[in-house]
């Protein structure tokens, strides 16, 4: 008998395991509706349970017109990102645009958001550090950024127009719907 467990093969065939869908997250708060010229529209659902103070200051924001002729200043294969107001009319590249915000930093809201395709963030100077009004959408899953950015909500219509995007696109306007 030891010999013929010796003389078994040492290489085991892996399992193969078929990926799992991605948990079902449904923010339930106001939506915001993001008009982007020549592009179309797409619609966030906002997640106040998760992030209530980010979700206050993105909708005041908006309220007062703050993301208006704002242009997307990160396009990547994986993200796309705005909320600097220098984007308007100074260079993509600029310190102002990579860097700019409203002016009001916000407290780090941790959450328990899996970061899948279609989950929205606030981009900060770091991990577990509050942001201000740069926000970000994710184009691919990225789970290492769990308990890492502040939750904003997630694409729940138009991610179709998200993946077109281009740098330097312009937002037209955006909405609250509640």
């Excluded at 008998?1 to 078929?18: K, S």
Aim: proline share 7%; charged share 25%; net charge positive.
């Amino acid at each position: 008998m030891l010999a013929a467990i010796l003389l078994a093969p040492l290489f085991v065939a892996p399992q193969i395991i078929a990926p799992q869908a991605p948990p079902e997250y449904k923010p339930a708060g106001p939506v915001l509706v993001i008009m982007v010229e020549n592009r179309g529209t797409f619609e966030i659902t906002t997640d106040p349970k998760a992030s209530p103070k980010t979700v206050e200051q993105i909708v005041r924001l908006i309220k007062k017109g703050f993301f208006d002729r704002q242009r997307f200043h990160r396009v990547e294969s994986w993200v796309v990102q705005w909320g600097a107001p220098a984007s308007r009319d100074k260079p993509l590249d600029s310190e102002d645009v990579l860097d700019g915000g409203s002016g009001h930093q916000l407290p780090f809201e941790e959450s328990q958001v899996d970061y899948y395709r279609g989950v929205v963030g606030i981009a900060s100077t770091g991990l577990q550090v509050g942001g201000d009004s740069q926000i970000f959408i994710l184009k691919r899953d990225c789970l290492r950024y769990w308990r890492s950015y502040a939750v904003l909500g997630k694409v729940t219509k138009g991610m179709d127009v998200v993946d077109k995007l281009k740098r330097g696109d312009r937002i037209t306007k955006i909405r609250v719907r509640r």
